[in-house]
């Protein structure tokens, strides 16, 4: 079994529409992050978190929200989608670093390939 | 903001050359420089990653070259197969050893058998 699942793998949606995608992963990381993918511009940090009760916002955070239900899922929403939101998103896990603090490797999930017309 | 380039955006190689994809950054804190390769309809995977206490490190036919002077790091893959055909990001991290990591915007590798 993958070690970070995320559902739904495609989703086609309306603007306006809330639209939530879930992440989960059995590593057993406290780190869990959520990236946007866009042709051409790389993985944008969305939001992240350290640890259950610890939420973050990063580069691109408007329009978006999260929510921590437990160290293994992490769930992004999108409260009221609008076209220049379509895009491939992945979840991603990290553990503990090496001494020094540098966090470890991040595994992201297959991705959600979203579509809002 | 950081900022990380990566250049070229698209390489295309003979099966057996090799390839290199380089990376600069701005963040002189930074201290952790990962590469990642993305096969098509999959998420990025780690594939070598090196940190600034070294200045080259090899795995097989994959290598990464760290110049902390100039802020820049390189990805040598030698040898190259057409199973290495993808598209490869580098990433820093930024705001201090703690920091979350920001990607290039990616190289799309093609390897013609």
């Known amino acids: ?117 | 903001g950081e900022n990380v380039e990566q250049h070229p955006s698209t390489l295309s190689v003979q099966e057996g050359d090799s390839a290199v994809i380089k990376c600069t950054y701005s963040d002189s804190a930074s201290n952790y420089f990962p590469w990642y390769k993305q096969e098509l309809g999959k998420g990025p995977q780690l594939i070598i990653d090196i940190r600034s206490n070294v200045g080259e490190k090899k795995d097989q036919r994959i290598a990464v070259t760290l110049n902390k002077t100039a802020k820049h790091f390189s990805l040598h893959i030698t040898e190259t197969q057409p199973e290495d055909s993808a598209v490869y990001f580098c990433a820093v991290n930024y705001g201090g050893s703690q920091g979350n990591l920001i990607f290039g915007k990616g190289t799309k590798l093609s390897v013609k058998p």
Not at chain 1, 51 to 66: A, F, L, Q, T
Not at chain 1, 71 to 81: G, R, V
Request: charged share 20%; aromatic share 12%.
């Open chain 1, 1 to 117: 079994d993958a070690d970070v699942t995320q559902t739904p793998r495609n989703r086609i949606t309306k603007t306006g529409k809330r639209i939530m995608l879930e992440c989960s992963q059995t590593k057993g990381h406290d780190r869990m992050y959520w990236y946007r993918q866009d042709p051409g511009l790389g993985l944008q940090l969305i939001y992240y978190s350290f640890d259950v009760k610890d939420i973050n916002k990063g580069e691109i955070s408007d329009g978006y929200s999260v929510s921590r239900q437990a160290q293994a899922k992490f769930s992004l929403s999108l409260e009221s989608a609008i076209p220049n939101q379509t895009a491939l998103y992945f979840c991603a896990t990290s553990g503990p670093g090496l001494a020094g603090g540098i966090f470890g490797e991040q595994f992201f999930g297959p991705g959600t390939r979203l579509t809002v017309l």
